[in-house]
């Protein structure tokens, strides 16, 4: 049967079908549905984990327990979990294992464009690439045997466009998989200096016969063309090149690590010209250089962003990228969304804010312009810290959410009271991991099945970190927020501030849309400055309100100083 | 090789529905027996900002996305975005931009556009109704569809002159 599946939808699909038993990821966009689809099969242990490496771990567990695990993220969710990656390349497993990254050319949600295909090299780990949602689907089964057969963790690396792009794949029943027994090997689980010497040995001859594998993969596939230009592409590229040059010889690299050397150099043979073509670094590149063959390889410019069907007659053509102006709307904070109501205040204040991975990331953007820094996940509570040290007289209040705090925001808070550091840091609890969609976390009392289960105190927990003041506070009521910010700020004393009020995507009540009286409105624009989807100017600086977008939130109606916006009790 | 294949993107901003358009075309097109590709970007962009789905169906498909000047057609759904989503119709490509005022007159909730927007594109793309149906009937949940399927019918039969 052909059913039409997103590229995560087809991992999930895969992995099901392959017998997998246990599958963690923390969610991550582009990799996020892959764990939400997972979750749909009763047959598989799913579980949102409180950050990368835990699930990492959890998945690896499991897998050294002796069943098929899953571990699911994007690329810089990798960066969490890379202590784990890098000595269970030593240990390998006992079930399969197979670590699923998404990364984000172009970055559409991402923080930076980093290349997972080096993780191969650096963890001396085997490399799957698929170029779309059906070889998704065979990858990751054809992953699970590579992984149990030469008993190590195989990497799937996906991008955006293949974990988000859709296409009908063929798909078939699942197969359980006996339980391989669980054997205590402390040689091999045990990575004291004395054991991992013996296992480096191990991985260095896993490799050798990893490279030998390579070239007898059926996916690293030639497809005969006119053999005057020959291709060596991987993943989404290659259909940028199928549509470019349908005549021309292909090679199609489906294991990106380790390389097949002896069928790069007998492909490079049969053709005049050898092009790769690659999105990101130049890893096929730099490898084929190695070996000597002469390439055409794309301009340093389109290491940058992403590749698609034009691009590829320039870099055959030995063209610089041509920038395409970017004129997208830009993204902003929901209407009624309660971080609006934060930063709002906190621009007010002048304060400088460090901030966090998720939606309040949107707050740098002007209008708002209230947010000053954002570089991974629990720098909303070290940056107060580090910052504090560089520059005693600059307020600073850190910014992050309940999902994010748990993640990575627990170890610095814990540090900063350690360290006698004092400071504010406000915990934007909006009860969701928002910014990919919507998952639970152990602040909802959820699990990824919404299953009711232990609900994480935040308040009981930051006191036992050793914050001085734990507040709770509904920042809907902005004055109430400024007053308690203001007087946190002015202690010397280390402060957690839990700003708790639902995201919209959970909280859809509507209250009446606010009145406004255009004979009252001075034309100041001050409502215009809180980059409200349904606030508009119209002629003349007067405004107008969407009542389908407004949701009665009423923050226009606070910050109007002329009584034009009225609350509407109606 | 000769290839046929048809391009359609879909463009305007979050919220709008674009994404459970191109989602009803996808699957149609897939009950028609063909080859098909959908492809999207979630995260940051359905906050607001501009968001674009491409559909790409035909014997044999690769890029999951549609280049500059080839699509076939352009399903616009704010006339904000207009501007920026043109550059991808091809010469003599067809715009249902147009339909947005017609839209706007027939339906009595925002959240219909895209049925609406789908209904009109249906009636120019050589997919069978009972493909349409199908499609309609995988996409929607039971409670929504009836409203769904008068939307569709109504965009559908639209004319413009």
């Given at each position: 049967?052909?059913?039409?599946?997103?590229?995560?939808?087809?991992?999930?699909?895969?992995?099901?079908?392959?017998?997998?038993?246990?599958?963690?990821?923390?969610?991550?966009?582009?990799s996020t549905e892959i764990l939400e689809n997972v979750a749909l099969y009763p047959e598989i242990d799913a579980q949102w984990s409180v950050n990368e490496k835990v699930a990492y771990e959890v998945a690896l567990g499991a897998a050294m327990g002796g069943r098929r695990s899953l571990f699911a993220c994007k690329h810089v969710g990798?960066?969490?979990?890379?202590?784990?990656?890098?000595?269970?390349?030593?240990?390998?497993?006992?079930?399969?294992?197979?670590?699923?990254?998404?990364?984000?050319?172009?970055?559409?949600?991402?923080?930076?464009?980093?290349?997972?295909?080096?993780?191969?090299?650096?963890?001396?780990?085997?490399?799957?690439?698929?170029?779309?949602?059906?070889?998704?689907?065979?990858?990751?089964?054809?992953?699970?045997?590579?992984?149990?057969?030469?008993?190590?963790?195989?990497?799937?690396?996906?991008?955006?466009?293949?974990?988000?792009?859709?296409?009908?794949?063929?798909?078939?029943?699942?197969?359980?998989?006996?339980?391989?027994?669980?054997?205590?090997?402390?040689?091999?689980?045990?990575?004291?200096?004395?054991?991992?010497?013996?296992?480096?040995?191990?991985?260095?001859?896993?490799?050798?016969?990893?490279?030998?594998?390579?070239?007898?993969?059926?996916?690293?596939?030639?497809?005969?063309?006119?053999?005057?230009?020959?291709?060596?592409?991987?993943?989404?590229?290659?259909?940028?090149?199928?549509?470019?040059?349908?005549?021309?010889?292909?090679?199609?690299?489906?294991?990106?690590?380790?390389?097949?050397?002896?069928?790069?150099?007998?492909?490079?043979?049969?053709?005049?010209?050898?092009?790769?073509?690659?999105?990101?670094?130049?890893?096929?590149?730099?490898?084929?250089?190695?070996?000597?063959?002469?390439?055409?390889?794309?301009?340093?410019?389109?290491?940058?962003?992403?590749?698609?069907?034009?691009?590829?007659?320039?870099?055959?053509e030995g063209k610089k990228k041509h920038a395409t102006p970017v004129t997208a709307r830009k993204p902003l904070f929901c209407a009624g969304c309660p971080h609006r109501f934060a930063f709002v205040v906190l621009k007010k204040m002048r304060v400088y804010v460090a901030g966090d991975i998720g939606c309040y990331a949107l707050a740098?953007?002007?209008?708002?312009?209230?947010?000053?820094?954002?570089?991974?996940?629990?720098?909303?509570?070290?940056?107060?810290?580090?910052?504090?040290?560089?520059?005693?007289?600059?307020?600073?209040?850190?910014?992050?959410?309940?999902?994010?705090?748990?993640?990575?925001?627990?170890?610095?808070?814990?540090?900063?009271?350690?360290?006698?550091?004092?400071?504010?840091?406000?915990?934007?609890?909006?009860?969701?991991?928002?910014?990919?969609?919507?998952?639970?976390?152990?602040?909802?009392?959820?699990?990824?099945?919404?299953?009711?289960?232990?609900?994480?105190?935040?308040?009981?927990?930051?006191?036992?970190?050793?914050?001085?003041?734990?507040?709770?506070?509904?920042?809907?009521?902005?004055?109430?927020?400024?007053?308690?910010?203001?007087?946190?700020?002015?202690?010397?004393?280390?402060?957690?501030?839990?700003?708790?009020?639902?995201?919209?995507?959970?909280?859809?009540?509507?209250?009446?849309?606010?009145?406004?009286?255009?004979?009252?409105?001075?034309?100041?624009?001050?409502?215009?400055?809180?980059?409200?989807?349904?606030?508009?100017?119209?002629?003349?600086?007067?405004?107008?309100?969407?009542?389908?977008?407004?949701?009665?939130?009423?923050?226009?109606?606070?910050?109007?100083?002329?009584?034009?916006?009225?609350?509407?009790?109606? | 090789?000769?290839?046929?294949?048809?391009?359609?993107?879909?463009?305007?901003?979050?919220?709008?529905?674009?994404?459970?358009?191109?989602?009803?075309?996808?699957?149609?097109?897939?009950?028609?027996?063909?080859?098909?590709?959908?492809?999207?970007?979630?995260?940051?962009?359905?906050?607001?900002?501009?968001?674009?789905?491409?559909?790409?169906?035909?014997?044999?498909?690769?890029?999951?996305?549609?280049?500059?000047?080839?699509?076939?057609?352009?399903?616009?759904?704010?006339?904000?975005?207009?501007?920026?989503?043109?550059?991808?119709?091809?010469?003599?490509?067809?715009?249902?931009?147009?339909?947005?005022?017609?839209?706007?007159?027939?339906?009595?909730?925002?959240?219909?556009?895209?049925?609406?927007?789908?209904?009109?594109?249906?009636?120019?793309?050589?997919?069978?109704?009972?493909?349409?149906?199908?499609?309609?009937?995988?996409?929607?949940?039971?409670?929504?569809?009836?409203?769904?399927?008068?939307?569709?019918?109504?965009?559908?039969?639209?004319?413009?002159?």
């Amino acid at each position: 049967m052909r059913v039409l599946l997103s590229g995560n939808e087809a991992v999930a699909r895969g992995a099901w079908e392959a017998g997998v038993a246990v599958a963690c990821a923390y969610p991550g966009t582009p990799s996020t549905e892959i764990l939400e689809n997972v979750a749909l099969y009763p047959e598989i242990d799913a579980q949102w984990s409180v950050n990368e490496k835990v699930a990492y771990e959890v998945a690896l567990g499991a897998a050294m327990g002796g069943r098929r695990s899953l571990f699911a993220c994007k690329h810089v969710g990798l960066n969490v979990a890379m202590d784990p990656l890098m000595t269970s390349s030593y240990t390998g497993i006992s079930g399969g294992f197979v670590v699923v990254v998404c990364d984000d050319p172009q970055m559409h949600s991402s923080q930076n464009e980093q290349d997972t295909r080096w993780v191969g090299i650096f963890g001396k780990l085997p490399v799957l690439e698929p170029a779309g949602p059906g070889e998704a689907r065979e990858f990751v089964k054809e992953a699970f045997a590579i992984s149990e057969e030469y008993d190590t963790p195989v990497l799937l690396r996906m991008t955006t466009r293949v974990s988000h792009t859709k296409e009908d794949v063929e798909i078939s029943e699942r197969v359980e998989v006996e339980p391989r027994p669980f054997v205590r090997d402390v040689a091999k689980y045990v990575m004291i200096p004395k054991n991992a010497r013996g296992r480096h040995v191990v991985v260095e001859a896993r490799m050798a016969r990893l490279q030998a594998l390579a070239e007898r993969m059926p996916c690293n596939r030639v497809e005969e063309g006119c053999g005057k230009l020959g291709f060596v592409t991987a993943g989404v590229s290659y259909n940028y090149v199928k549509e470019a040059y349908p005549e021309a010889s292909v090679l199609k690299l489906g294991m990106a690590y380790p390389f097949c050397d002896e069928k790069i150099a007998e492909f490079a043979g049969t053709v005049e010209q050898v092009v790769v073509v690659e999105e990101l670094d130049p890893f096929i590149e730099d490898h084929l250089k190695a070996l000597g063959i002469a390439v055409t390889a794309k301009d340093a410019s389109f290491r940058i962003g992403e590749l698609g069907t034009a691009f590829v007659r320039d870099i055959v053509e030995g063209k610089k990228k041509h920038a395409t102006p970017v004129t997208a709307r830009k993204p902003l904070f929901c209407a009624g969304c309660p971080h609006r109501f934060a930063f709002v205040v906190l621009k007010k204040m002048r304060v400088y804010v460090a901030g966090d991975i998720g939606c309040y990331a949107l707050a740098s953007l002007p209008p708002l312009s209230s947010l000053h820094t954002c570089i991974c996940m629990g720098t909303g509570v070290t940056l107060v810290e580090g910052l504090g040290l560089a520059m005693r007289d600059e307020r600073v209040v850190g910014v992050l959410g309940d999902s994010t705090f748990v993640h990575s925001g627990i170890t610095g808070l814990i540090n900063a009271a350690y360290n006698k550091a004092k400071g504010v840091v406000v915990i934007l609890d909006n009860s969701i991991t928002a910014m990919t969609g919507g998952q639970q976390n152990p602040t909802t009392g959820l699990t990824i099945r919404n299953e009711p289960t232990k609900k994480l105190d935040l308040e009981k927990l930051c006191q036992s970190c050793g914050a001085d003041n734990v507040d709770v506070i509904d920042h809907s009521d902005i004055a109430a927020f400024e007053k308690l910010v203001t007087e946190r700020l002015a202690e010397d004393a280390l402060s957690v501030i839990i700003a708790r009020s639902p995201c919209k995507m959970i909280d859809r009540r509507r209250r009446p849309v606010p009145a406004y009286e255009q004979e009252l409105c001075k034309q100041c624009g001050l409502c215009l400055q809180i980059d409200c989807p349904a606030l508009t100017a119209i002629d003349d600086g007067f405004i107008a309100i969407d009542g389908n977008v407004c949701v009665g939130c009423n923050l226009c109606t606070d910050v109007c100083r002329f009584g034009a916006l009225k609350k509407n009790e109606a | 090789m000769k290839r046929s294949v048809c391009n359609i993107v879909f463009g305007g901003i979050g919220g709008q529905g674009i994404l459970k358009a191109s989602e009803i075309c996808a699957t149609a097109a897939l009950c028609e027996g063909h080859h098909v590709k959908k492809s999207e970007v979630h995260g940051m962009a359905q906050r607001g900002g501009s968001v674009e789905s491409h559909v790409r169906f035909g014997d044999a498909v690769y890029s999951p996305l549609v280049g500059a000047g080839l699509a076939d057609f352009l399903v616009c759904f704010h006339k904000d975005e207009h501007q920026r989503l043109r550059p991808f119709l091809k010469p003599g490509g067809t715009d249902l931009t147009d339909y947005l005022e017609p839209a706007a007159r027939a339906i009595t909730h925002p959240r219909h556009l895209n049925t609406f927007l789908v209904g009109a594109l249906s009636a120019r793309l050589g997919i069978g109704e009972e493909s349409w149906t199908k499609a309609m009937h995988a996409v929607f949940d039971a409670k929504i569809l009836e409203e769904n399927l008068k939307v569709f019918r109504a965009g559908r039969s639209v004319e413009i002159q």
